[in-house]
């Protein structure tokens, strides 16, 4: 059974930074290609970060590009986001997810395991 377990979250202020993890299990995850998405209140899911499997390969939503970066340790099933400069539009819940697919996907189709999810609120 796969299992997502994202940590992390919190409440800073904007500028600052957080760190977010993701322990995986339940699945071969060093041949997993892993993203984080986000969703605000009252807003429809949105693609932040993905990272390949072997983690040469990463891509950014554009809010994000120059903000955050994604990593990956395949040693230890954990894949991180560190988020830099945040700014309050940064709120959200942010999730980690998984897919069996390559191909660089931003869709939210394309990652078919989730976590539960940690919040980021970003004060102003």
């Known amino acids: 059974q796969v299992h997502l377990v994202e940590s992390g979250g919190g409440l800073v202020q904007a500028g600052g930074s957080l760190r977010l993890s993701c322990a995986a299990s339940?699945?071969?995850?060093?041949?997993?290609?892993m993203g984080w998405f986000r969703q605000a209140p009252g807003k429809e899911r949105e693609f932040v970060a993905g990272?390949?499997?072997?983690?040469?390969?990463?891509w950014y939503g554009d809010s994000v590009k120059g903000r955050f970066t994604i990593s990956r340790d395949n040693t230890k099933n954990t894949v991180s986001l560190q988020m830099t400069s945040l700014k309050s539009e940064d709120t959200a819940v942010y999730y980690c997810?998984?897919?069996?697919?390559?191909?660089?996907?931003?869709?939210?189709?394309?990652?078919?395991?989730w976590g539960q999810g940690t919040q980021v609120t970003v004060s102003s």
């Open positions: 339940g699945f071969t995850f060093s041949r997993s290609d």
């Open positions: 990272i390949s499997w072997g983690g040469g390969t990463t």
């Open positions: 997810t998984a897919t069996p697919f390559g191909g660089a996907s931003s869709s939210a189709q394309q990652y078919n395991s």
